[in-house]
């Protein structure tokens, strides 16, 4: 089936001003998660959603940056305030549990937000 | 210090053996994963080892984890041109393995 979709692939918006990702998952995937990677580094962990509830938000930088989940499939990455230092590709993953335990996270192609 | 390291680039000849290394910082590490991200593709995962195992073998991949020394790798036998991208290794630290935690990538490049 299709994998991970993101919108838009590439967003440019002007400093100040409010932005919205969208994340659509692996169909049937209950965890979800998304990840900003900046020019040369490896991909940092956000927020985590198990159903609708976010169970780890600890890696949100700051109260600008929210994201929702409503009813437990699509997501949106919401950024308020836009900074220069948020542009950075924004990467969503979902999951489902395998038979092993283990966890793996399927990732979409990213947006890549260009805050000028 | 970072939590996963790794060198920033490596260059090999088409058909030798790539070896990519990572350390990292955290015993409670559970999962360990190796990820490669071509240019204007999502992050594909290669592999990956649970803490209690010290060698993966999947194909061209071997994977060796030396949980003493924290200590991961990632040898590509036999690389191609098509295997030129960046590297990243992670980890995960429970089971249920909410958030992965990443390094910041070996770009590999491979000359003729």
């Known amino acids: 089936g299709a994998g991970v979709s993101q919108t838009p692939s590439n967003k440019v918006t002007e400093k100040g001003k409010y932005v919205e990702l969208r994340c659509d998952p692996i169909s049937g995937h209950t965890a979800l998660y998304w990840y900003r990677q900046s020019l040369g580094q490896g991909p940092e962990f956000l927020i985590y959603f198990q159903g609708t509830g976010a169970a780890d938000d600890s890696g949100l930088p700051n109260d600008r940056f929210f994201a929702v989940r409503p009813e437990g499939s699509v997501s949106t990455l919401k950024i308020q305030r836009t900074e220069r230092g948020d542009s950075a590709v924004y990467l969503c993953?979902?999951?489902?549990?395998?038979?092993?335990?283990?966890?793996?996270?399927?990732f979409g192609p990213g947006t890549r937000l260009t805050v000028l | 210090g970072e939590d996963v390291e790794q060198s920033l680039f490596l260059s090999v000849r088409e058909g030798d053996s790539s070896v990519i290394n990572c350390t990292y910082t955290?015993?409670?590490?559970?999962?360990l994963y190796w990820y490669k991200q071509e240019p204007g593709a999502g992050l594909q995962l290669l592999t990956y080892?649970?803490?209690?195992?010290d060698m993966k073998q999947d194909q061209r991949l071997t994977v060796l984890l030396n949980k003493k020394d924290k200590h991961l790798s990632l040898r590509i036998a036999d690389t191609q041109t098509g295997d030129s991208a960046i590297y990243f290794c992670?980890?995960?630290?429970?089971?249920?393995?909410?958030?992965?935690?990443f390094g910041s990538g070996t770009r590999l490049s491979i000359r003729p």
């Open positions: 993953a979902s999951s489902s549990r395998s038979g092993d335990g283990h966890n793996e996270q399927f």
């Open positions: 080892i649970f803490s209690n195992m």
């Open positions: 992670a980890e995960t630290r429970t089971p249920t393995a909410s958030k992965i935690i």
């Open positions: 955290d015993s409670s590490s559970t999962y």
